[in-house]
């Protein structure tokens, strides 16, 4: 059958596909998922009783995140939380799934016992091209991966999507719905729609002023319709307009002098990495490749004006590699559209370490929340248990940098958290705390008061090293403790 007729035939609206949900499914939603399908979703579980609903860093919530309907839709979150999620985990209502992007189809590809059938996909994809194809755009993730192993896929075909290169795309006969939807053209009304629930009229002003400084108010189409639920100081992050605090600028002076020129970097999603393009890490670098699960503001200039070429990397030579471009701005996108020199590939392939570690003097640049004396590092939680966020791609591109020849694995952490009430580098971790990088893999220690090389020493050691580099106010403490310890 003609692609085309295969494509009508599939095509239908959003609460017809539901139909194909039944109770008990599992459905996921993955990072950057569709607009419109969240909703009919919600409409179809309403009348047909629990399912289980795998999320990962939602940016819109057509209720279920909401308290009194946990018996409807048993949640889970993977790999990331995001600030949206989090009060779901924080009140109970949400539970985490420990996996990696990796190996997250281990039990499902080897037909393990204990697999779980994942039974319906919930994804956005572009229209199809001339050869019955549609791709995930720049915020690629795992919806390749799930879509070959969900025994349906229901897609939101979305003009909107920026077409990427890479191997990135699935053929209209993977797919069991399309559900058509038209591009949005974010106006100022709707943004002021969006903030009508902002009973503050200050707040409001500051959201509003948010959306005057942005030079296309269509860079809102991820956060808009959630952004009254953010604080706006969150909201700038997000969207590239705060500035690099100082700390952010000292730790990408700290960066600069570790990465040599030919390294091929990653970098990690939250502060401060987001800062260190701009901030000028990179600045001067020569022969820089990338590869990384996604991206930062103003690293898509840096490919554009040669810093980072990819010539001496070993796979994907002369290519920037990622597995989504979330975390670029506006203008990083507009580079990334349709360009050759970038490419997207499906995590389970490019985050494996035995991939990652293929290219020579690859250094792994990831944040994290605090880090004890002897090296364990918590990127999860604080105030012991409390979830942040999830794994991410930080275990495995922290370790494809300890088995890379001539790599280097960097944590990097403002030396405080709490406007300084509290230091980031600890005597010994809460109860509760999660380690996401165990001493035995901690590499280098970056805060603005230094850096520190944990690699081949012993506890004393790294105790000293990582006290040197704690705030001032909280050594003494620090050098106390350890002494006890």
């Known amino acids: 059958m003609d692609w085309r007729e295969e494509y009508k035939r599939r095509l239908t609206t959003a609460d017809e596909a539901m139909a194909i949900v039944r109770r008990d499914s599992l459905v996921v939603i993955p990072i950057a998922g569709p607009r419109t399908l969240g909703a009919a979703l919600f409409r179809r579980c309403r009348e047909l009783?629990?399912?289980d609903l795998r999320l990962a860093a939602p940016l819109s919530d057509p209720g279920w995140l909401q308290d009194g309907w946990q018996e409807a839709f048993r949640l889970e979150f993977e790999l990331f939380i995001g600030d949206f999620g989090r009060t779901a985990t924080d009140e109970g209502r949400a539970t985490y799934l420990p996996n990696l992007f990796s190996l997250n189809f281990k039990d499902h590809d080897e037909g393990r016992p204990e697999r779980r059938r994942i039974d319906v996909l919930l994804t956005a994809v572009t229209p199809p091209d001339e050869d019955g194809y549609v791709q995930f755009g720049a915020h690629n993730w795992n919806k390749r991966s799930y879509v070959r192993r969900a025994a349906a896929t229901i897609a939101e075909v979305d003009p909107g999507l920026r077409p990427v290169c890479g191997d990135n795309r699935v053929h209209v006969s993977e797919i069991a719905h399309f559900v058509e939807v038209p591009a949005v053209e974010i106006t100022r009304g709707m943004v002021e729609a969006w903030l009508r629930r902002v009973e503050d009229e200050a707040?409001?002003?500051q959201y509003l002023a948010i959306a005057d400084e942005l030079d296309d108010l269509d860079r809102l189409i991820v956060v808009g319709p959630v952004m009254a639920r953010v604080p706006p100081d969150q909201v700038r992050r997000l969207l590239g307009l705060a500035d690099p605090p100082d700390a952010a600028k000292t730790?990408?002076?700290?960066?600069?002098?570790l990465v040599p020129d030919g390294a091929t970097i990653q970098i990690g999603v939250g502060e401060p990495g987001m800062y260190l393009a701009r901030a000028g890490a990179f600045d001067g670098k020569h022969d820089l490749g990338l590869h990384t699960e996604m991206s930062a503001p103003g690293i898509a200039r840096l490919v554009d004006c040669g810093v980072i070429n990819g010539r001496r990397k070993?796979?994907?030579?002369?290519?920037?590699?990622?597995?989504?471009?979330?975390?670029?701005?506006?203008?990083?996108?507009?580079?990334?559209?349709?360009?050759?020199?970038?490419?997207?590939?499906?995590p389970e392939y490019l985050l494996d370490v035995r991939t990652i570690s293929q290219n020579d003097n690859f250094h792994s640049l990831n944040n994290a929340l605090s880090i004890d004396l002897i090296g364990q590092i918590n990127s999860e939680t604080v105030f012991g248990s409390r979830m942040i966020n999830g794994t991410g791609g930080q275990?495995?591109?922290?370790?494809?940098?300890?088995?890379?020849?001539?790599?280097?694995?960097?944590?990097?952490?403002?030396?405080?958290?709490m406007d300084g009430a509290l230091s980031r580098v600890v005597a010994a971790h809460e109860a509760g705390s999660i380690v996401t990088i165990p001493r035995f893999l901690a590499d280098t220690v970056v805060t603005e008061y230094g850096v520190a090389r944990l690699w081949g020493k012993n506890h004393r050691q790294?105790?000293?090293?990582?006290?040197a580099v704690a705030h001032p106010d909280f050594r003494a403490e620090l050098r106390r403790e350890a002494e006890r310890l």
């Open 314 to 346: 070993a796979i994907h030579q002369g290519k920037a590699v990622a597995v989504a471009w979330s975390g670029s701005d506006s203008e990083d996108l507009k580079i990334v559209t349709n360009n050759p020199a970038f490419e997207v590939y499906d």
């Open 251 to 257: 730790i990408a002076g700290y960066v600069g002098e």
């Open 462 to 467: 790294r105790a000293q090293q990582l006290i």
């Open 395 to 417: 275990p495995e591109t922290h370790l494809g940098a300890v088995l890379s020849k001539g790599g280097r694995a960097i944590t990097l952490l403002p030396s405080t958290a």
């Open 203 to 205: 707040l409001r002003a």
């Open 49 to 51: 009783g629990g399912i």
